[in-house]
């Protein structure tokens, strides 16, 4: 029953703001790395921003200085702050998460969040 539940996306102007929340829940044993990744139409699905679960961070090229990802350890929870939104922005993110299961021994899954739509208007 490891599942993962987003939320904050939605529709913005260019140059604003969007803070992306991602909350892990179910049987759950520790998270190592979160993430969030991102697909737009007819493109690939890239990561965005990562980080451990030390909280050590890396982002992709086109974000860094814009979108900050965080997160909080008692919640399960990874945050992607999204600031100077542009219009290439807009894709559906995704949040990722490699979790160690009550049921799964030492062994890492992935799961993914169902997505949510970021439209970023010129």
């Known amino acids: 029953q490891v599942q993962l539940v987003e939320s904050g996306g939605g529709l913005v102007q260019a140059g604003g703001s969007l803070r992306l929340s991602c909350a892990a829940s179910?049987?759950?044993?520790?998270?190592?790395?979160m993430g969030w990744y991102r697909q737009a139409p007819g493109k690939q699905r890239d990561l965005v921003a990562g980080?451990?679960?030390?909280?050590?961070?890396n982002y992709a090229d086109s974000v860094k200085g814009r979108f900050t990802i965080s997160r909080d350890n008692a919640k399960n929870t990874v945050y992607l702050q999204m600031n100077s939104l542009k219009p290439e922005d807009t894709a559906v993110y995704f949040c990722?998460?490699?979790?160690?299961?009550?049921?799964?021994?030492?062994?890492?899954?992935?799961?993914w969040g169902q997505g949510t739509q970021v439209t970023v208007s010129s």
């Open positions: 990722n998460a490699a979790i160690v299961p009550r049921w799964g021994g030492a062994h890492l899954y992935g799961y």
């Open positions: 980080i451990t679960s030390g909280s050590s961070t």
């Open positions: 179910g049987n759950i044993f520790s998270i190592n790395n």
